[in-house]
């Protein structure tokens, strides 16, 4: 069956680093599907952060350019976000997402903090 384990999570220092990975069901690890990081924080909306559409590009929301990087490894079918010059606002769970065949997986979630 698909499934979708996401690691990585943790506290981090503000303009700390930190790299999330979402190892994905190889049935639906395809650069066809659309692969994307979401996150939400404690009283506010999933939003998305970053993507790969089905047409293999990079999509990053506004408040994470340049400082997020969304990529995949497809020897080991897996997801990273890969995120730098953390900020508190950066504070959320965060959740790997893959689209593909007319179905929507989702990761368990992993808690990011940034606080000094």
């Known amino acids: 069956q698909v499934q979708l384990v996401e690691s990585g999570g943790g506290l981090v220092q503000p303009g700390g680093s930190l790299t999330l990975s979402c190892v994905v069901s190889?049935?639906?690890?395809?650069?066809?599907?659309?692969m994307a990081w979401y996150r939400q924080a404690a009283g506010k909306e999933r939003e998305l952060v970053a993507s790969?559409?089905?047409?293999?590009?990079?999509t990053y929301a506004d408040s994470v350019k340049g400082r997020f990087t969304i990529s995949r490894d497809t020897l080991t079918n897996t997801l990273y976000l890969l995120m730098n010059s953390l900020k508190p606002e950066d504070t959320a769970v965060y959740y790997c997402?893959?689209?593909?065949?007319?179905?929507?997986?989702w990761g368990q979630g992993t808690q990011v903090t940034v606080s000094s």
């Open positions: 997402n893959v689209q593909y065949s007319g179905s929507i997986y």
């Open positions: 190889q049935s639906i690890f395809s650069r066809h599907a659309f």
């Open positions: 790969f559409t089905s047409g293999g590009s990079r």
